[in-house]
């Protein structure tokens, strides 16, 4: 069955960095764009970035865009989110998702706090 692992969530100060992964298995990987999402206390989840299955195009969030970065090793089955200049904003549990069929797949979150 599709699963997905996140990882990489901590506590971090603003202004620092953090990079998230996310460990795929139970489906073709590479043939899927992957998505990351973020749901902060009290607030719905949002999207935060996408890629293509081949990793060759990506979309943000303007809330990150130019702080955020997101990547994909199709060898290994995972996507990465590298955030720098990180804002207490972003303290949220972030998501890695796939749409695998008609239904979209979710990991158990992995919590990003910025704080000082």
């Known amino acids: 069955q599709v699963q997905l692992v996140e990882s990489g969530g901590g506590l971090v100060q603003p202004g620092g960095s953090l990079r998230l992964s996310c460990a795929a298995s139970?489906?073709?990987?590479?043939?899927?764009?992957m998505t990351w999402y973020r749901q902060a206390p009290g607030k719905e989840r949002e999207l935060v970035a996408t890629?293509?299955?081949?990793?060759?195009?990506?979309n943000y969030a303007d809330s990150v865009k130019g702080r955020f970065t997101i990547s994909r090793d199709n060898a290994n089955d995972t996507v990465y989110l590298q955030m720098i200049s990180l804002k207490p904003d972003d303290t949220a549990v972030y998501y890695c998702?796939?749409?695998?069929?008609?239904?979209?797949?979710w990991g158990q979150g992995t919590q990003v706090t910025v704080s000082s």
């Open positions: 890629i293509t299955s081949t990793g060759g195009r990506t």
């Open positions: 998702s796939c749409l695998w069929g008609l239904v979209r797949y």
């Open positions: 139970g489906f073709t990987f590479s043939s899927y764009p």
